[in-house]
């Protein structure tokens, strides 16, 4: 099976800080995966690299054979790899049904028409389609600013996917959230990846999360890949019980 | 355009000391409001622009300092420390509302306070054009540089500036102060966390880019005329120097600075109409070749 | 609201403009309804910057002057018909805010601001200074040929008035549908959060440099208009202080309703005649006015009902 996403000896550095050092990875058709490690072990700046926002020193980011890296943010967003962010990046005076009806308008290239009005009822169609499969049907009518901060950062989500991506990079989806919305939001995420049927890799902090719903996980530490595997072969990879328990481990055997 | 008259003026040393030193009282007061506007720009995040009507405020202390003590010495602290005071005191009241706030309020606020202070200056010393004189001490013989003449209050004034170019300079790059102020431009809660009171480090900063602005209002008082709304073409010239040497950089200030004043001096010489649109194919240069400015961090 | 539904409402608002100027015959009624009329096309037309791609251009009036003077210099060749010249000038008003444009979207918030301010001083000092072919301080010497063209009259001042109103409600009519199109919603895209809108595939830059152009060219219209009424342009029409004022208007109208600016035209009109009426300071007061919309009301008349009636809309309880 050819890989979707293949990256292959990636390098960026800031000044003297290597952030992303040599990373290679592929990420298979239709496949959920899930980037872990400690904080500042490069894992935004890796998503970075892959949407364009930053131009990588070194190596390639291949979308279905098609070198990406270093084009413009918008190419790719129009190649197929789509993004939510950490904090959720959403159209504040925007009602829910009219951001992603915009969005769907910017996915058909329709946003330049200046003799047609806003909404094109095909667009508003498709927009209540991803509402609904993002489960935001019931917010319809809300002004983005007045969501709650799970809806918000579902918003984000949904927004990401009136492009129908290929590739779906989700950046912390349960960053401040309790743990009942944590796994609502984790339930709904796994149900848009089987229903769409896209590559979904997203950066988690929550291993109860990682472990349960990733099928395959990669470990970065200090910009550079420490583990890739299933769940079952990470929990038993050496290099992370010692990156992750290491000292601790010994402590509490000394 | 008479660019005979040009390279005229480039063949004889005399003319080009005469263009050269007036191209650089020109820079130097551009220059120090400049420096005002990228300082309170680089710590503050705001661009100040009512800040030529501080240059004006500052011209108005000094004339009537001056009337009243018939000294120059008092007349430039009138105009720097008056002007720094109402600065401090514009900052905690109006500008410090404005923090974070969007682009159209900072604006308006500033905006604002240029329609109350020249109509203010108008109500107090009248709409005329009013001139300072030459003040006694400076009325000595020009010195003779190279066969140019040199007005001995050009060379003051030039003098002035680039002292408090330097320390400008020192203040920030070698004082326990200038940490903070470093500190508190690229974070301020992390320094407000280390127990420093950044809200008086932000006053004091805007405090300090008004007193600059009133102390070249002060120097500007013997050789220009001063009127309401004198500040406003200061203030668009000092922004151009600022695209142009970048914003939040003080010696890229100082570079520009000059460069305009060149331009202006030698353009009266040999492009009188189009000094302006020299300027402007300058400013338009460095913008399409390098976004952040000649001395910039880029990213901006 | 429907296209055809505003289409009616304007063409019965201009009836009604129309005819109040018309039956009252004062010239000082019409006078002040012409005034109302460009000044609100002018303030319109930065609003789409402004309030719909969150640019605020403190250089509008630069359109403003650059159409009334190309116009009025075209027209004083006496070699072509006004709708000829109209269409020239805003022909070359594209190229200039193209071009001009190219460089101020470069830079954004404050420092797109201030360059707008500064192309404009750029275009004052051009007028000021050429005074071989733009008359310096005293404008364009000599006033502005107004001939007859498909049976109108423009030296007929009752029938420059019937037009101006005209073209101002058309042009407020295609302003609107600009907004209101796909494009229009592209524009609050930006305006509400580029860097998402960049990564959804809106071409960010190229929308900004179209919304530059297009206030452009409604600014110059309101400009040719104000040079017909005056049968003249003056430096000031070019100086940075009408900027000011055309801010002021949509600040004191609303930045976020289609017809906020219009009202602020309005209520500044009457507000700067009051103040010049009550006292001989007029900076001094309407400085202050201007504090108290900004730090106290912290935004415009209609901005404060749209606000209410937004907090209204439905917000849901927790996701079920």
């Known amino acids: 099976m050819t890989a979707r996403l293949t990256i292959d000896g990636l390098i960026r550095r800031f000044g003297g800080v290597v952030a992303t050092d040599n990373v290679s990875m592929d990420f298979a058709p239709g496949s959920l995966s899930a980037i872990i490690g400690p904080n500042g072990a490069g894992k935004t700046t890796f998503f970075n690299l892959i949407t364009g926002k930053l131009k990588p020193d070194a190596g390639t980011i291949k979308l279905d054979g098609v070198d990406i890296g270093g084009r413009p943010e918008a190419d790719i967003v129009r190649m197929g790899i789509g993004r939510a962010f950490q904090v959720a990046s959403i159209f504040p005076r925007f009602t829910v049904e009219e951001s992603l009806t915009a969005a769907v308008l910017s996915h058909r290239r329709q946003t330049g028409s200046m003799f047609q009005r806003f909404p094109l009822p095909a667009a508003t169609a498709r927009a209540k389609e991803i509402m609904d499969l993002a489960g935001l049907s019931h917010a319809a009518a809300t002004p983005s600013r007045f969501l709650s901060h799970g809806d918000q950062k579902l918003l984000d989500i949904a927004l990401a996917l009136a492009l129908e991506p290929k590739v779906l990079l989700l950046d912390e989806p349960t960053a401040g959230m309790g743990p009942d919305e944590r796994w609502k939001m984790i339930e709904r995420v796994q149900l848009l990846w089987r229903q769409v049927g896209m590559t979904l890799v997203f950066i988690e902090h929550d291993m109860d999360i990682v472990f349960k719903i990733a099928q395959s996980i990669r470990v970065l530490r200090y910009g550079s890949v420490l583990a890739e595997g299933t769940a079952e072969e990470i929990r038993t990879n050496q290099a992370v019980i010692d990156a992750y328990l290491g000292t601790s481990l010994e402590e509490a055997l000394a | 355009m008479n660019f005979d008259a040009l390279i005229d003026c480039f063949s004889a040393s005399a003319c080009v000391v005469t263009q050269i030193s007036s191209g650089l009282i020109i820079g130097m007061l551009i220059f120090m409001v400049a420096s005002g506007v990228t300082l309170i720009f680089g710590v503050l995040g705001v661009v100040n622009f009512a800040h030529g009507a501080l240059y004006m405020l500052g011209a108005y202390f ?7 003590t018939d000294s120059f010495t008092v007349a430039v602290l009138a105009g720097a420390i008056g002007t720094g005071l109402f600065g401090v005191v514009f900052e905690r009241l109006f500008i410090s509302r404005v923090y974070g706030a969007d682009v159209l309020s900072q604006l308006l606020v ?52 680039v002292a408090s170019a330097i320390a400008l300079a020192a203040l920030l790059g070698l004082t326990r102060f200038g940490k903070i102020v470093r500190a508190a431009a690229v974070n301020r809660q992390m320094v407000g966390v280390l127990g420093i009171n950044t809200s008086l480090v932000y006053a004091l900063i805007f405090g300090l880019g008004a007193a600059l602005a009133g102390a070249a209002g002060a120097l500007a008082a013997p050789v220009r005329s001063a009127t309401p ?72 | 609201m429907t296209a055809r539904l505003e289409l009616i409402l304007g063409a019965v608002f201009a009836a009604v403009l129309i005819a109040i100027g018309l039956s009252l015959g004062d010239k000082a009624v019409i006078d002040v309804l012409m005034r109302l009329s460009i000044f609100s096309l002018l303030a319109l037309s930065l609003n789409i910057l402004v309030g719909y791609t969150g640019l605020v251009s403190f ?3 630069m359109f403003f002057g650059f159409g009334a003077y190309v116009f009025g210099l075209l027209m004083q060749t006496n070699a072509i018909s006004i709708p000829a010249a109209a269409a020239v000038t805003l022909l070359a008003t594209c190229v200039w805010g193209a071009v001009s444009g190219a460089l101020c979207i470069r830079l954004t918030e404050i420092y797109f601001s201030f360059l707008t301010l500064a192309f404009q001083m750029l275009l004052y000092s051009v007028i000021a200074g050429w005074v071989s072919l733009t008359g310096g301080d005293q404008g364009l010497m000599g006033g502005i040929p107004r001939p007859p063209f498909l049976g109108i009259d423009l030296a007929q001042p009752r029938q420059l008035f019937v037009l101006t109103v005209i073209v101002s409600v058309l042009s407020a009519l295609a302003i609107r549908q600009i907004v209101q199109s796909p494009f229009g919603y592209a524009l609050r895209m930006i305006r509400d959060n580029a860097e998402r809108a960049r990564f959804l595939g809106v071409p960010v830059q190229r929308y900004k440099l179209q919304a530059f152009v297009l206030s452009g060219i409604f600014g110059s219209l309101a400009g040719i208009l104000m040079s017909l009424y005056v049968s003249g342009a003056y430096p000031n029409f070019a100086f940075w202080t009408l900027s000011g004022d055309a801010i002021i208007m949509i600040v004191l109208g609303g930045i976020t309703v289609f017809l906020g600016p219009v009202l602020g035209a309005v209520l500044f009109q009457f507000l700067n005649d009051y103040i010049n009426r009550i006292t001989e300071h007029h900076g001094m007061v309407m400085g202050v006015v201007l504090l108290v919309i900004v730090l106290g009301l912290r935004k415009g008349v209609l901005d404060v009902l749209d606000e209410w009636r937004q907090s209204r809309k439905p917000r849901p309880e927790a996701a079920p």
Not at chain 2, 62 to 68: D, E, I, S
Not at chain 2, 123 to 137: K, N, R, T, V, Y
Request: negative net charge; proline residues 5%; glycine residues 14%.
């Open chain 2, 229 to 300: 709304g004198m500040g406003f073409d200061i203030l668009i010239e000092s922004f151009i120097v600022t695209v142009i040497g970048g914003m939040g950089s003080i010696a890229g200030a100082f570079v520009g600075a000059i460069l305009i004043g060149m331009i202006r001096a030698f353009g009266t010489v040999g492009f009188p109409l189009a000094t302006e649109g020299v300027t402007f194919a300058m400013m338009a240069v460095v913008l399409l070749v390098k976004p952040a400015g000649l001395f910039g961090k880029a990213g901006r």
């Open chain 2, 110 to 161: 500033c905006y604002a306070f240029v329609l109350i202070l020249d109509d203010a200056v108008k109500a107090i010393w009248g709409g005329d054009f009013l001139s300072m004189g030459m003040p006694e001490a400076f009325a000595l013989p020009p010195l003779m540089i190279a066969g140019g003449f040199v007005p001995p209050f050009y060379a003051f004034l030039t003098a002035f500036a």
């Open chain 2, 62 to 68: 000094a004339l009537t300092a001056y009337w009243v």
């Open chain 3, 59 to 61: 250089g509008h009036a």
